[in-house]
């Protein structure tokens, strides 16, 4: 299937069956996406694997669906207006099935040890070689997973994503014991217990010390091992992940989605109630940018107005387009497509550094689009333009394809105490309070803190709320840090003729600018 929308409803009329239920599995590398599911007349369920790269477009797509499937923990509470599930990802237990029972190496690792893209991982690594001779630490065919880890006295994990990845305890068997780094509201100590199921660690002397325990007295180690195994055979298996699936499938009642309730205009070209007089079937291409495209209305969009609905991304400074999807191109939702001809795109962070595929930092652009300078304002023009690279002051990431996705406005970021707060992980929770019709937050400045988090709030018509009680909202769903420190009510926010909420204006409320 290649990358782009997937229209369900279409591909069950092709097929010519009617399923009872129908399960959508997103892998993360390829971006697919459904649609039409509003036009499906059995249960759907969405299983988001790789939410840590995608979550918006998930956090979109989920109201498509009856239920929801998250594998990764620490994403569940993002869900929460909708029937979601945490459903811990797995291996095909087949890649498992010739492990042997001798267990010649002491300490196993699966995975990358790249220096560049996991720093901490790597130098872990290298400190586990200097001081075990039997190890294998680093990348593996899949078909050698069951023999290495079948082999292993000790499974070394260092958390990236802060998930708790099942195919440790499938692949170990019993006899092993996983040795990982401190559980960070990543699921793990909801299916285990530690010390009894698993060893933790948070530094080097609690890591080689773990280690250095269970090579010492092979009885624990069998009793680790076992128990853990038994516990992952009594209810953690793959034929139990099918059952689950079914089983709340077949307690679900299909629903009829909701539709978006505030996008921006192409949201409401589409039920603008006057569009039936026009014949747009000429339309080959429409265009989207300013901000966010919602993934879920591209499908209807196109079926009602004809053509492509394509977005790209652009400032003046860059005359204005810096990337966009082409018409004849692969297109994926929720990107903003790749750099046009003759422009090249770098993520890079504060120190200046091309950061990888993947990974979040500003958008640097550099081209023969891009400006010489602001007028009379070379002060400017030398913080903006460094070494030839446009600082756009917009947070992205590039994927494999050399895709860009925008992620935040860098001017917007909020920074307490130390940690980033991107104002649309508020902003999400802020619209879950009944009540709230709409809501935006900024940094405010403080003595302490460097800034606290502030929210501006539109109330729905006839609906009541103190600032205590969102606040108190907040903290239920969010780390403490990212709570709002102070709630103001407003009647309306302050928006450009697109419908972007200007941020600026909010901070001249507050005697503050960026």
């Known amino acids: 299937m290649a990358n782009g929308v997937f229209d369900a409803g279409r591909w069950v009329e092709r097929e010519g069956f009617r399923p009872d239920m129908l399960l959508f599995v997103e892998g993360g590398t390829r971006l697919i996406f459904p649609s039409g ?106 078909s050698r ?51 009894e199921d698993f060893l933790e660690y948070r530094d080097d002397a609690s890591l080689l010390s773990a280690i250095d ?36 499938l077949s307690a679900t009642t299909h629903r009829v989605k909701p539709g978006p309730e505030d996008y921006l205009p192409a949201y409401h070209l589409l039920h603008y109630p006057e569009a039936a007089r026009y014949d747009t079937s000429s339309m080959r291409v429409w265009g989207s940018g300013a901000a966010p495209l919602p993934v879920e209305i591209v499908e209807p969009f196109e079926r009602r107005f004809g053509g492509k609905l394509l977005e790209g991304y652009g400032l003046t400074e860059a005359s204005p387009v810096v990337s966009a999807h082409r018409l004849s191109g692969v297109r994926k939702l929720g990107s903003v497509g790749p750099p046009i001809p003759g422009v090249t795109v770098s993520i890079r962070d504060d120190g200046d550094r091309a950061l990888s595929a993947g990974e979040v930092g500003e958008v640097c652009v550099k081209g023969p689009n891009v400006m010489i300078g602001y007028y009379r304002n070379p002060e400017e ?20 394809d050399n895709f860009l996705y925008i992620v935040e406005r860098k001017k917007d970021l909020i920074i307490r105490g130390g940690f980033n707060i991107y104002p649309r992980d508020v902003e999400e929770t802020l619209y879950a309070v009944p009540g709230v019709a709409e809501a935006a937050v900024i940094g405010m400045p403080d003595a302490l803190m460097g800034e606290e988090v502030i929210a501006f709030v539109v109330l729905k018509p006839g609906q009541s709320a103190t600032a205590g009680e969102i606040i108190a909202f907040c903290q239920g769903r969010l780390a403490n840090y990212k709570c709002p420190k102070e709630v103001r009510f407003v009647d309306a926010l302050p928006k450009s003729p697109v419908g972007k909420i200007l941020r600026k204006e909010l901070r001249s409320q507050i005697g503050t600018q960026p």
């Not at 260092?158 to 699921?187: I, P, Q, W």
């Not at 913080?383 to 494999?400: E, H, Q």
């Open 37 to 142: 599911m509003q036009d499906m007349d059995c249960v759907s369920a969405w299983y988001a694997i790789d939410t840590h790269l995608h979550l918006r477009q998930h956090l979109y797509l989920a109201r498509l669906f009856d239920v929801t499937f998250v594998a990764q923990f620490e994403f569940l509470r993002h869900f929460r207006d909708c029937q979601a599930h945490w459903l811990p990802f797995a291996v095909d237990p087949r890649l498992y099935e010739r492990a042997p029972r001798e267990r010649d190496i002491d300490v196993a690792y699966i995975g990358s040890d790249h220096r560049g893209l996991h720093p901490e991982r790597a130098r872990l690594l290298d400190l586990i070689r200097s001081r075990y001779d039997k190890t294998f630490l680093g990348r593996a065919e899949p």
């Open 145 to 195: 997973i069951g023999e290495i880890y079948g082999r292993a006295k000790i499974v070394f994990n260092k958390s990236v994503r802060n998930d708790v990845n099942m195919r440790y305890f499938e692949g170990m068997g019993a006899g092993a014991v996983l040795v990982t780094d401190s559980a960070r509201d990543n699921g793990v100590e909801e299916l285990f217990s530690p010390g």
């Open 213 to 248: 325990s269970v090579l010492a007295d092979e009885g624990r180690r069998e009793r680790i091992g076992t128990r853990a195994q038994k516990h992952v055979l009594s209810g953690h298996t793959y034929r139990h992940r099918a059952e689950k699936i079914v089983d709340v």
């Open 381 to 400: 023009t030398a913080r903006t333009i460094r070494d030839g690279w446009l600082r756009t002051g917009d947070m992205g990431r590039l994927d494999d």
